[in-house]
Every structure is written in structure tokens, then in C-alpha cells.
């Protein structure tokens, strides 16, 4: 069943803004724990940014900076804010949980493409 749904993906100019969304099939809360991954063509899958069950957050370097990571409880979605974007920016971006993801499970993603 898919537990994870990710959304707000699309085309935009370099130097731009984009939110992406994550929600859950269940409640989320700050008990439950998000991470962000992308994969850029032929590239491999690489982390991005996630918010721990603690509420801490952690981001990739190239992000860091220019990426924010944000929750709605109330919603159930887990925001990933994606400013002053690049170029390199552009992949298939995934949300994910550490239960799925020592599994291996992951969902479609949603594309987001960055243009010069």
C-alpha cells in the first residue's frame, strides 16, 4: 500500500522557489521521522534533508542554506522548501520513513526540474 505520497514538483527558473509535499497515510506527529532523497537523471539516489522524530533537522551541504524542512500535523504533510534553487536541483525527489527505507520501499516521487 503507499504510505507516503509526494507532490508539488514542476518546472521552474533558476533562482526560483518550490514547496514539496509529503503525506502520510497515517498521523504524522513528532514522534515520526521524514527524510528526503532525489535522484537526478542517471545519477544515484542521494539524501537531501529530513526532521527526525525529535524535530531536529539535517540537510545535505549543497542545500544547506537554501533548503527548509517543515511539518503540518494537523495536515499530515511534511513540507520540503526549496529556495534559490539551481540547476543541479533537478531530479525525482522521494520522501521516505527509516521503516520503508531499510526496506528498500519507495514511491513514485515527484519531478522537479530546474531551468537555466
Known amino acids: 500500500q503507499v504510505r507516503l505520497v509526494e507532490s508539488g514538483g514542476g518546472l521552474v527558473q533558476a533562482g526560483g522557489s518550490l514547496r514539496l509535499s509529503c503525506v502520510a497515510a497515517?498521523?504524522?506527529?513528532?514522534?515520526?521521522?521524514i527524510m528526503w532523497y532525489r535522484q537526478a537523471p542517471g545519477g544515484q539516489r542521494e539524501f537531501v534533508a529530513s526532521?527526525?522524530?525529535?524535530?531536529?533537522?539535517n540537510f545535505q551541504d549543497s542545500v544547506k542554506g537554501r533548503f527548509t524542512i517543515s511539518k503540518d500535523i494537523a495536515k499530515r504533510v511534511v513540507y520540503l522548501h526549496m529556495n534559490y534553487v539551481v540547476p543541479e536541483d533537478t531530479a525525482v525527489y522521494y520522501c521516505?520513513?527509516?521503516?520503508?527505507?531499510?526496506?528498500?520501499?519507495w514511491g513514485q516521487g515527484t519531478q522537479v526540474t530546474v531551468s537555466s
Open positions: 497515517e498521523d504524522l506527529d513528532n514522534m515520526n521521522a
Open positions: 526532521i527526525g522524530r525529535d524535530r531536529s533537522t
Open positions: 521516505n520513513t527509516p521503516t520503508t527505507l531499510i526496506r528498500g520501499i
